[in-house]
């Protein structure tokens, strides 16, 4: 029978690792669950759950600072900093319904463990720019902690890097500490329609280099722009190609101008105002257009912006894929037939030959048991990640295989 551990506090994660150590019995990690089926399937008859690991720990406005449990829900920190007239920086998304969920399930460790950012990445960095110090315990069912409260930080290791992304294979985080930043006081979104993908990322790549600092810059083909629940988006009947303006009201109407004759110069032009572009930049970030298209695999590409029309046309054609683009085409979500190998072999070869890496989403657990899940490491690189395992881990007892077989 699968043994279930639900610590509420920082020592008992400690105890319950040790006693894992002590068995050399492997551990799944998880919060509440929500990203589960992200990674490769770990079988493990151990789960620590630290969803009663929960709270706001600090919260100081001024400094621009918050400390949370691993296991509070994003949105009890959303409300909090909502209050406080912030937010994060790197508007972590909500996959839940993507992956079969409930929405606004999330942990702030499930975030930071997967390394989650939405659409501000192109002007705020990742979630791993914001993370400043978390306190963990190891695969020796050791305690230790890294970083602090402060933006400026120079003491020890900055591990905060190595434990974003590493997906609980590393320690199992029981606080963090982020940056947030101010809410902005005005929000636009300057729409063009009618846009080919490759004339869309040059435009959005235009708009990036601009003086203008949009900080969201996305490409929906018609076929997504469809399934928008703004009606701007959804009946335009075309392509629609987007950028995000924030910041004082005065600087945001003025650069909002501006980027409406940019953009005006090779399309119709349209502007979305505060709720209507908080909608459709929740819609772009949490991966709702394939939300429902639950018996497709869906597939993360990051892709040098010049070759991402290319590469994605190429995989599209032969897997008859829907797709859209993020991050000035920096990342294009895919979405295709399921079936075989779930278009692995077509996104590796285009990803690679145009200099870029994916990874696998969404998928059943066979199929992410049978491919790569994350995009396959160089021989030295995979010997370096081995050796990080093992001097955190090492007996492998931490969610073994979860990004990479026998790690």
């Known amino acids: 029978m699968a043994t279930r551990l639900r610590p509420a506090e920082p020592d008992q994660v400690r105890d319950a690792l040790a ?31 630290l969803a009663d690991l929960s709270g706001i ?28 007239g912030q937010q994060l920086g790197f508007e972590p998304p909500d996959l839940g319904p993507l992956l079969g969920g409930p929405a606004g399930s999330g942990t702030i460790g499930g975030v930071v463990a997967c390394n989650l950012s939405g659409p501000r990445r192109v002007k705020a960095g990742a979630a791993r720019d914001h993370f400043l110090g978390f306190q963990a315990v190891n695969g020796r069912g050791e305690a230790f902690k890294s970083g602090g409260k402060v933006v400026k930080n120079v003491t020890g290791y900055d591990l905060c890097k190595l434990m974003t992304g590493s ?3 590393l320690a199992a ?11 902005p006081e005005k929000t636009r979104t300057v729409l063009a329609f009618g846009l080919d993908d490759a004339a869309a990322v040059e435009l959005l790549g235009a708009a990036a ?5 949009p900080s969201a810059l996305a490409h929906l083909p018609a076929a997504i722009a469809a399934r928008s629940a703004v009606d701007y988006v959804s009946g335009a009947g075309a392509a629609v190609t987007a950028a995000r303006l924030e910041g004082p009201a005065s ?22 105002h505060g709720h209507n572009s908080g909608a459709l930049w929740r819609e772009v970030g949490n991966v709702a257009p394939f939300a429902g298209d ?51 072999a077509d996104v590796r070869a285009a990803v690679t030959e145009s200099g870029g ?33 093992t001097g955190f881990d090492p007996k492998g007892l931490l969610n073994p295989g979860r990004m990479y077989a026998g790690v």
């Open 294 to 344: 639950s018996d497709r695999a869906v597939w993360k590409l990051s892709l040098p912006p010049a070759a991402a029309a290319a590469a994605v046309a190429a995989i599209g054609h032969a897997r008859a894929a829907k797709w859209y683009y993020d991050w000035a085409g920096g990342l294009a979500w895919l979405a295709c037939g399921s079936d075989g190998d779930g278009g692995a």
């Open 209 to 213: 280099r601009s003086v203008h600092e």
């Open 357 to 389: 890496h994916a990874t696998l989403i969404r998928a059943s657990a066979d199929l992410r048991a049978a491919v790569p899940v994350f995009q396959p490491q160089p021989d030295a690189v995979s010997r370096l990640s081995a050796r990080v395992k």
């Open 173 to 183: 985080l029981t606080e963090i500490t982020v940056k947030v930043l101010p809410a």
């Open 57 to 84: 720990i600090f919260y100081e406005p001024a400094e621009l600072v918050l400390s949370a449990r691993a296991g509070t829900p994003m949105a009890e920190i959303e409300a909090a900093l909502a209050d406080g």
């Open 251 to 272: 600087s945001v109407e003025y650069r909002c101008q501006q980027l409406r004759e940019l953009f005006g110069a090779t399309a119709d032009v349209e502007e979305l």
């Open 167 to 169: 997906y609980g294979t």
């Open 19 to 49: 006693w894992a150590v002590s068995e050399e019995a492997p551990v799944e990690i998880t919060g509440a669950g929500s990203k589960r089926a992200l990674g490769r399937p770990t079988n493990c008859e151990v789960t620590l759950e």
